[in-house]
């Protein structure tokens, strides 16, 4: 069973840094893209930014210059460094990944969508 395993959120003040990292886990041949999307109340979900099978990155339009999505790195783990936060970066923040792993007890492979089960990011003025 594939699991998207999320952590580093937290609090901030305005101005301040987190890091948020996600990791693929389970019976995984190969991960391709790679996203993280938020959350606030009250919003849709929106696409903060993403790394494709190919490494090209895409951001937000509000996070740009200010969000950093790294490499997918050879643990199936990608993160999300988030500089200059503001109060409107409060949200939950979820993982998304497209997954090619093992699904039956047969050895067959499927590639699915995973999201991971978020976490939350606190922005203070």
């Known amino acids: 069973q594939v699991q998207l395993v999320e952590s580093g959120g937290g609090s901030a003040q305005a101005g301040g840094s987190l890091r948020l990292s996600c990791r693929a886990a389970?019976?995984?041949?190969?991960?391709?893209?790679m996203a993280w999307y938020r959350q606030a109340p009250g919003k849709q979900r929106e696409l903060v930014a993403e790394?494709?099978?190919?490494?090209?990155?895409k951001y937000a339009d509000s996070v740009k210059g200010r969000f950093t999505i790294s490499d997918v790195d050879v643990r199936n783990t990608v993160y999300l460094q988030m500089n200059a936060l503001r109060s409107e970066d409060s949200a939950v923040y979820y993982c998304n990944a497209d997954v090619m792993a093992t699904v039956t007890s047969l050895g067959d492979m499927e590639e699915r969508n995973y999201w991971g089960q978020g976490t939350l990011v606190t922005v203070s003025s």
């Open positions: 389970g019976p995984i041949f190969s991960v391709n893209n």
């Open positions: 790394i494709s099978g190919d490494a090209t990155k």
